[in-house]
Structures are given as C-alpha cells and as structure tokens.
T-cell receptor, first 118, second 110 residues
C-alpha cells in the first residue's frame, strides 16, 4: 500500500515563526502536492512538484515556499506564520500521469497536519 | 477539467446500499470520473475511478451512464464507518492537479 506520512498531526505556532511541514512518501512517486483545507473552501492547491528540485505554484502560493531535495520528501515552509494560515494542511503524491489512454492515475493523501497559528 | 455537481448531503440506513449521484455534463471524451472520500479529520482517500465502463472494487461500484454525463457511486452495504464527505471529480488524470468540489456529506443511520 502507498504510504504518505506527515511529520505532525497537530502543530501550534506563534505569529512570525518559521514553520516547516514535512511530507514523505514511500512509493517512488514523481509528483507531490501540498493543499490546505478550510471550512467552506474545500481543498486548495498551494504548490506541487513533478520532480526533485522542481516546483510549481498552485492556486494560493502566497506566504508559502516548498523544497524538494529528495524524491520521497516534499517540505512546505511558512516563512513567517500568520493567523490566516491556521488550517489543515494535506500532502499528496502520485505517479507520473499522462493523457489519453494512459490516464487514470490517482493521488494518495497523507493524514493531514492541523496547524494553529496564535 | 470539467466541473461536477453533487447533492450537498445524503443519508442511508446501515446495511443498505448507498447510492451517491454525480453530474458531469461537460466531461470530455478522455476524462475519467474519480471518487474520493474524506472521513472527518483525515486526508482524502481514493475509492474508484472509471472512463466508460462500470467498475467495481473491494470498496464500491461505479456506474457511468452511456452518455457519460452522470455517474453513481454505490457502497453496497453501508456501515457507520462510511460516514464521510464523498467527492466526485472528472479529470484526464488525477496524478496532476485536481479540483475537489464541495462533495456530498453522507451520513449512515444505525
């Protein structure tokens, strides 16, 4: 079974702190993703990565950065945490996808990190 | 990726089949229909996906209409542990960016 793990289930930080959220997958997946989930807003994509050292902005990258130094690990960084970054953060991974007949790949999600910024 | 519409909430008696509908009237020819679910305070979990034919796995069955404009996820014998938000997504592949809508909140009655 695919396993995606996240470093913490719950995290409490203070405004202005630098926050690192770590995600590790054990299936040699090329793609990794960071989402945040807020009530009434669903899942929103922050950043994703198709390969080591590659990153692409998602829909809401402001206030976040990412790092992918190794294939299995994708880190989300809050440079200076703010209260509006209080949220559930979800990491996901998937194998390399394509269109047409080869479509149908799936994303596998970690358990989530619930971050509270005071 | 095409947009999908689902009922906001549904309920089902424990032990009965839960049938969750989804409309995807603008789906294009090579887009798949995916279903995920999210149990409270956990990450989304993949359930099943299909292109044209009906699909079945150990978790559920997926029935796709012939015109592919709608589909139904069937949980054959719902249990309390199936209480979750169910998301229907249409996409070429969910390996890359996918858009989760609001989903259907399924409640299972004892």
């Amino acid at each position: 079974d695919v396993k995606v793990t996240q470093s913490s289930r719950y995290l409490v930080k203070r405004t202005g702190e630098k926050v690192f959220l770590e995600c590790v997958q054990d299936m040699d997946h090329e793609n990794m993703f960071w989402y945040r989930q807020d009530p009434g807003l669903g899942l929103r994509l922050i950043y994703f990565s198709y390969d080591v050292k590659m990153k692409e902005k998602g829909d809401i990258p402001e206030g976040y950065s990412v790092s992918r130094e190794k294939k299995e690990r994708f880190s989300l960084i809050l440079e200076s945490a703010s209260t509006n970054q209080t949220s559930m953060y979800l990491c996901a991974s998937s194998s390399l996808g394509g269109q047409g007949a080869y479509g149908g790949e799936t994303q596998y999600f970690g358990p989530g990190t619930r971050l509270l910024v005071l | 990726d095409a947009k999908t519409t689902q009922p906001t909430s549904m309920d089902c008696a424990e032990g009965r089949a839960a049938n969750l509908p989804c409309n995807h009237s603008t789906i294009s020819g090579n887009e798949y229909v995916y279903w995920y679910r999210q149990i409270h305070s956990q990450g989304p979990q993949y359930i099943i996906h299909g292109l044209k034919n009906n699909e079945t796995n150990e978790m559920a069955s997926l029935i796709i209409t012939e015109d592919r404009k709608s589909s139904t996820l069937i949980l054959p014998h719902a249990t309390l542990r199936d209480t979750a938000v169910y998301y229907c997504i249409s996409a070429y592949s969910s390996a890359s960016k996918i858009i989760f809508g609001s989903g259907t909140r399924l409640s299972i009655r004892p």
